[in-house]
């Protein structure tokens, strides 16, 4: 039988909550040791939630791993707060840690955070869930089945900005891809409304990526990437439809059909098998159900990895390789030129290049 490994939580924000439900719904696997934030109130809402008792409750993330000294440390923070939180976990050896994207704010952080983890053999992963979402599992069956034929290109687009959900369409495009890395990318960028947010990056990004197998890639990433759902939002961090958050899509084109998906719930898959007719759906509730039921699959599957008994393609060495995706990316427009990975990491920060070139942008709606 595995070993039911303790775990906590840092952060009672809502992706907090949402790692502490998929810890708590796999029970033969986790044990909830404690929770933490160190807003009070928040802390107490999301602790009263989930039912968590309260001497498991904690505003010092510290405090919490010296009192309990976890197997794993999941953490629902700010990307500036990902280094820190890192060397807290190798301070208490830790076996595992669960984390949100981005990886890191820059290529140098993002390395540092890889190398803590290797000489200390802990088992990162990102949570770059929506895979896990059964809109994905309509696109995992058809990419298994073959019925795609053999694949040439794939295309993924979002509305968010490139930080909030570009790592997670560079990271959907791997793992629709095998796996197989990316050798090269051409990239544009522009807009700084973005620059200076807390998950900071251009406002828009499209990019073609040439991976070592031969597919090409194209991805675009912000407000001018194709609209395919219903709302109206200017550049702001609160529009209030959730369906801005999931207008993306991820396709997958084949030499004997197509096929993509969303976070929203919908997905489509057109081949022989098929034809005449697209076989379409929509799983609906992103908010209330879909995303909640695939953390749980999520933190199953990172389960089965932390006991050796399977891969999982959101360990922290692909997600590496996303984020040096993304920095290539920036790099390719700021330089002008095709950019060849594995990437060096930079001297200069990346970032703040972005902010001394990158001009405003006049919000208009296409």
């Given amino acids: 039988m595995a070993k039911r490994h303790t775990a906590v939580v840092v952060g009672m924000g809502e992706r907090g909550k949402i790692h502490l439900y998929g810890l708590l719904n796999n029970p033969g696997s986790f044990e909830v040791a404690g929770v933490c934030d160190r807003h009070p109130d928040r802390l107490e809402a999301g602790a009263d939630e989930y039912s968590i008792p309260k001497e498991k409750r904690f505003t010092d993330a510290e405090a919490m791993m010296a009192a309990v000294k976890p197997d794993i440390l999941a953490f629902a923070t700010m990307p500036h707060i990902r280094v820190p939180l890192v060397e807290l976990a190798v301070k208490y050896r830790v076996k595992g840690l669960l984390f949100e994207k981005p990886l890191a704010i820059s290529l140098n ?95 828009y990004f499209l990019a073609q990526l040439a991976f070592e197998n031969g597919v090409r890639g194209i991805i675009e990433c912000g407000y001018f990437s194709p609209q395919r759902a219903d709302y109206h939002t200017g550049f702001t961090y609160n529009p209030d439809n959730i369906n801005y958050w999931t207008d993306d899509r991820l396709t997958v084109l084949g030499t004997r059909g197509y096929a993509w998906a969303e976070c929203s719930g919908r997905c489509a898959c057109f081949t022989g098998r098929t034809a005449p007719e697209i076989a379409a759906g929509d799983y609906g509730d992103f908010v209330k159900r879909e995303q909640f039921e695939a953390q749980i699959r999520y933190t199953a599957d990172y389960a089965r990895w932390l006991d050796g008994k399977a891969e999982f393609s959101c360990n922290l060495d692909t997600a590496y390789h996303g984020f040096e995706i993304l920095e290539a990316i920036y790099r390719s427009a700021l330089y002008m030129t095709r950019i060849d990975l594995p990437l060096a990491t930079a001297e200069e920060d990346t970032l703040a290049l972005l902010r001394q070139k990158l001009n405003s942008v006049a919000y208009r709606k296409f």
């Fill in 109 to 203: 952080e993002a390395a540092e955070i890889v190398r803590l983890c290797h000489k200390n053999n802990i088992k990162a992963a990102v949570c770059h869930q929506h895979k896990y979402l059964r809109s994905y599992d309509q696109m995992r069956e058809a990419l298994e089945s073959g019925e795609l034929g053999e694949i040439y290109e794939i295309r993924a687009s979002c509305k968010p900005n490139p930080s909030m959900l570009g790592t997670h369409y560079i990271d959907y495009m791997i793992w629709a891809n095998g796996g197989s890395r990316v050798k090269a990318v051409a990239g544009h960028v522009h807009g700084n409304f973005f620059l200076d947010y807390h998950h900071p990056s251009p406002d």
